[in-house]
């Protein structure tokens, strides 16, 4: 597929989440920190999609997303990607907004996110702020690295995470996680947890300004049967 997929929205119930306990979900909590370590080789391919893949791509197209499929890529070294998409734009109530820096990220992943950026963002902007978003800004989804001071992967080096720094609003308005989730009005801090907490109700992993100071500028997401919010 070579064109991006643009169909109409899909409603998409938030996944429940799970409880697991503290220790379990400390080991499994992916850091945002850079990997020193060197970065394998790199090899991509397009091999033809598998049934999951596919109906995932269906279903993201459902809810309105724009995307261009992607290749297989093999990194060795323990990062990889399978099943992934390069995200552009999501549907909101009233319209489409982008993303930024989604150049790879897991198709289920986007589904998550996708359904999120709706129901619990945009609305919860238009809502408490007044206006919808046009924009959402992140730092990415896949990079080989290592969870901080460990030699394990992150799910940063499987595409099945996405670290999202700011909202930008039809007015013109730019909030992001650095400056307003303690510097922001009293509104745009109130926005920001409940944002940050409608992704805990969707995602395994979320982990903000409250968690350390190496998620003082965004909010980490990352899917998960686990429920470890931050």
């Known amino acids: 597929m070579s064109n ?7 409603l998409r119930p938030p996944r429940p989440g799970t409880v ?7 080991m499994l909590l992916s850091s945002c920190a850079p990997d020193v ?3 394998p080789s790199v090899t991509a391919s397009r091999p033809a999609a598998t049934a999951e893949a596919r109906m995932c791509r269906q ?16 990194s060795g070294g323990g ?10 734009h999501l549907a909101g109530d009233a319209g489409r907004f982008a993303v930024t ?8 992943l986007s589904q ?9 963002v945009d609305r919860a902007a238009r809502q408490m702020l007044g206006s919808g978003i046009v924009r959402i800004e992140t730092f990415g989804s896949y990079s080989c690295r ?70 003082e500028d965004h909010f980490h997401v990352e899917l998960g049967d686990g429920s470890f919010c931050r």
Request: net charge neutral.
């Open 59 to 74: 279903e993201l197209a459902e809810q309105g997303a724009d995307f261009v499929p992607l290749g297989d890529l093999l």
């Open 146 to 215: 290592n969870v901080a001071g460990s030699s394990r992967r992150s799910a940063h080096s499987n595409a099945n995470a996405l670290d999202v720094s700011g909202f930008v609003l039809a007015d013109g308005r730019r909030i992001t996680v650095k400056d307003d989730w303690d510097g922001g009005t009293e509104a745009e801090r109130r926005f920001l947890r409940v944002v940050q907490a409608s992704a805990c109700k969707r995602f395994g992993t979320v982990l903000g300004p409250e968690y350390n100071a190496a998620h």
């Open 4 to 10: 991006r997929i643009r169909l109409s929205a899909f």
């Open 37 to 39: 370590a060197e970065q």
């Open 20 to 26: 697991v306990a503290g220790l379990v979900a400390t």
């Open 79 to 88: 990062c990889s990607s399978t099943n992934a998409v390069a995200l552009y």
């Open 112 to 120: 998550t996110v996708a359904a999120w950026a709706r129901y619990g």
């Open 101 to 108: 820096n989604a150049d790879r990220i897991a198709c289920p």
